[in-house]
């Protein structure tokens, strides 16, 4: 993907003891011809507070109210609706943790109201219901254990762990056909989304499930200092129950099935500064692979990176790329650093750019072009490039800008963090 609109936020946070609050604001600028504008929040408030009640009993409620509004001239239906939201989810876990393994029990409502508006003249029609609310109960039980055992491998005594892991969750069904989507979107499927409460980002849309999640991670660690060497991680979902919430009201093949597709992931350290990562998402209702990828990458520190990859994503689009990108210093005060990313089957380069960069005791200077594509579809055959020139500038000392570069490093060059604000201010 590469970013389609600007982004402009401002928060404030608040914490102490148990308690943790934030008032936050956010907008965008597209930067395409789709002229469909993301909703901006202006403001949302969130406020957390956790207390442990008895043994090892946990209380927590959260609540957060959001204004959402954007241009909704030429659209209709929920697309054209404004207004605001509140949430408040009240949770009780209980924990239990062992050197051997873990298990904890936990269960909470999370209840929604919105007060929404609708522009007649863009929608031609008047909202069913300009206040819904929508309220669902959720429990889950989740469970590991760890084992290990002692390896030699050529002379490197080495510890072997096998981790085991079951997750239940049940969460109940309600209608939300009704309910605008300002903040939600369907998550692309990992590991990682085998012990999530929630398929689904945002507020707006909260999925029904019966469900039972199993993986298993293994990992190979240093005896000695506790590098880890190799981890590998592969599980499913089995739904005990046809999921019937969706984003847009329209049923997937994937949202029929009794079980999800297997998702692994792996990391190894193969040398010293050298590292092999990869993913797999293997369906076996279709027997296929709906996405993998992997890469190479040499990393000495933050300055140092050199990175190889390749991506297939077969789920909703057809996509084939290769990426290459890399940062390094040429000399004490000059250092290079690019990006390529090609799409091998439209034959065109997604993203690409180059720059360079100047720093001494008080300066930081960089400048960079770049040019990519944008698609909503990840068709870019027909997608016309854009261009453009970035010039970031650092006072040591005092302050910057132009950060735009940076998120453009952080997003494109695997590995690479921006310096830490101690060296800037």
């Avoid at 007649?120 to 429990?139: F, H």
């Avoid at 989304?193 to 999925?207: E, P, V």
Wanted: glycine share 8%; proline share 3%.
């Amino acid at each position: 993907s590469s970013r389609r609109e600007l982004e402009r936020r401002g928060e404030i946070q608040y914490e102490r003891g148990n308690l943790f609050a934030r008032i936050w604001a956010q907008g965008f600028q597209r930067l395409d011809e789709i002229r469909i504008d993301e909703y901006e929040r202006l403001p949302e408030f969130e406020v957390t507070w956790r207390r442990r009640l008895v043994g090892p009993v946990e209380f927590s409620v959260a609540s957060t109210w959001a204004d959402f509004d954007r241009d909704t001239e030429g659209l209709n239906g929920l697309a054209a609706v404004t207004g605001s939201r509140l949430h408040v989810e009240p949770r009780l876990e209980v924990p239990f943790s062992w050197p051997f393994g873990f298990l904890s029990f936990g269960g909470g409502y999370r209840h929604t109201s919105y007060d929404l508006e609708q522009d007649t003249k863009a929608a031609g029609s008047q909202l069913v219901n300009d206040d819904p609310e929508r309220g669902i109960a959720l429990a889950h039980v989740d469970g590991g254990l760890f084992f290990e055992r002692e390896l030699n491998w050529f002379n490197t005594p080495l510890i072997q762990t096998l981790e085991p892991r079951v997750y239940f969750l049940w969460q109940d069904f309600e209608d939300q056909s009704g309910l605008p989507s300002f903040d939600s979107s369907t998550l692309t499927f990992n590991y990682s989304q085998l012990f999530r409460d929630n398929r689904f980002s945002g507020i707006d849309r909260i999925s029904d499930t019966r469900q039972v999640s199993a993986g298993v991670t293994s990992r190979f660690l240093s005896a000695s200092d506790g590098r880890e060497y190799f981890r590998f991680s592969v599980g499913e979902i089995f739904y005990l129950l046809d999921r019937r919430v969706t984003l847009n009201d329209r049923t997937s093949p994937n949202e029929r099935q009794s079980t999800s597709a297997y998702a692994a992931e792996m990391s190894a350290s193969i040398a010293k500064n050298w590292s092999l990562y990869g993913n797999l998402v293997w369906d076996p209702n279709d027997n296929e692979v709906d996405e993998g990828g992997g890469g190479l990458q040499f990393r000495r520190d933050n300055r140092r990176i050199v990175n190889i990859g390749f991506r297939q994503n077969r789920d909703s689009s057809d996509v084939e790329q290769t990426d290459f990108s890399m940062y390094w210093p040429l000399s004490d005060s000059l250092a290079i650093l690019g990006r390529w990313n090609y799409d091998l089957q439209s034959g065109r380069t997604i993203e690409g750019f180059g720059g360079i960069e100047y720093e001494d005791c008080c300066l930081q200077v960089r400048l960079m072009a770049r040019r990519f594509l944008d698609s909503r579809t990840d068709n870019f055959a027909e997608v016309e490039a854009d261009d453009g020139i970035f010039v970031q500038i650092v006072f040591k000392g005092l302050a910057g800008f132009g950060t735009k570069v940076e998120s453009v490093l952080e997003r494109g060059i695997r590995g690479y963090r921006s310096p830490v604000q101690s060296d800037y201010f």
